[in-house]
């Protein structure tokens, strides 16, 4: 298998649940990437992992939790959502390097009741 | 910091007729450009990519873009549109120094028979 996984590929939450977005890259790749993409806004950039240790956080709410616990895995653990919070969430990873492309899942659709 | 600018959320085309998706760019260094294509329901894939050799550059599909300094411009053009290219398109910009990739707001474009 090749590329990056994530699963799963939609996911209803109420806002008192706990859940987690789990992303595989089989690339080889040192860096890993949490996007939040909302309709009619620009791709925000949630967090960064570089060698499994997390090199950005752009203020996202505590209520996102990511883990990286090696190379190839990433997690984001959601708990007590918010409506406003329904988006397409998508895992990237590449080489950490400027010239390195980003290689995208096909992202978990999550919707906040 | 680096930016881009994404001129136009929707450009509306015939199909056989001339694709041209325009991106300007903001940034205090030399930077890496890329234009991303994103289909609906899955994540961004690579259409192709600015690394400071040559300032035409071929992609997949048949896309290219040409990077003008003088301009700070990376316009993404097709000689002709084929109904498959309804899709999102994503400028984003990077430098050297960092992996960080910054997006585009994003071109729809529609292709009409």
């Known amino acids: 298998e090749t590329g990056v996984t994530q699963t799963p590929r939609h996911l209803v939450m109420g806002m008192t649940n706990k859940k987690s977005l789990k992303c595989e890259q089989h690339?080889?790749?040192?860096?890993m990437y949490w996007y939040k993409q909302s309709a009619k806004k620009p791709l925000e950039l949630m967090f960064v992992?570089?060698?499994?240790?997390?090199?950005e956080n752009n203020s996202v709410p505590s209520r996102f939790s990511p883990e990286c616990p090696n190379s190839s895995h990433l997690f984001l653990h959601l708990h007590t959502l918010q409506p406003e919070d329904s988006a397409l969430y998508l895992c990237?990873?590449?080489?950490?390097?400027?010239?390195?492309?980003?290689?995208f899942g096909n992202g978990t659709r999550l919707t906040v009741t | 910091a680096q930016s881009v600018t994404q001129l136009g959320s929707h450009v509306s085309v015939s199909e056989g007729a001339l694709v041209l998706l325009r991106c300007n760019y903001s940034s205090s260094v030399p930077p890496y450009l890329f234009w991303y294509v994103q289909y609906p329901n899955q994540g961004l894939q690579l259409l192709l990519k600015y690394t400071s050799a040559a300032t035409l550059v071929k992609g997949i599909n048949g896309f290219e873009a040409e990077f003008k300094k003088s301009e700070t411009s990376f316009h993404l053009t097709k000689p002709s549109a084929h109904m498959s290219d309804a899709a999102e398109y994503f400028c984003a910009v990077s430098v050297p120094t960092a992996s960080k990739l910054t997006f585009g707001t994003g071109t729809r474009l529609q292709v009409t028979l």
């Open positions: 990237a990873s590449s080489q950490e390097q400027g010239d390195s492309p980003l290689h």
């Open positions: 992992y570089s060698l499994e240790e997390r090199v």
């Open positions: 690339l080889g790749h040192n860096a």
